[in-house]
């Protein structure tokens, strides 16, 4: 899997392909020079290399009232698993989701 590269380091692979060829660079950063040729790309259209911030997710199988009942349990107990999250939606609410469709809305 692919690791994603922060802000930091696309800006530093930028400075260092006006350095050094871009094989070099691509060592350096462990990266192909695939990925070096994309940011440097990026870099001279203006695009920013900052996260954008997600939209809030909303889930087709967690409705309004399921969401602020796994908030209210994280409150009560910051501690939780996502597994307990679920045995807890499946118990009191008769909810049946999985660990990845909490974690989603959560994040």
Do not use: W
């Amino acid at each position: 899997m692919a690791r994603r590269l922060s802000a930091d380091i696309r800006h530093l692979i930028v400075k260092a392909s006006f350095e050094r060829p871009v094989e070099e660079v691509a060592a350096q950063f462990y990266v192909s020079t695939r990925t070096v040729h994309r940011i440097i790309k990026q870099g001279i259209n203006g695009l920013q290399f900052e996260r954008k911030e997600r939209a809030l997710c909303i889930s087709k199988k967690l409705k309004e009232h399921a969401i602020q009942y796994m908030i209210r349990l994280i409150q009560r107990n910051p501690c939780i698993y996502l597994g307990e999250i679920k045995e807890k939606l499946s118990s009191g609410l008769d909810i049946e989701v999985s660990k990845s469709t909490i974690y989603r809305t959560l994040v």
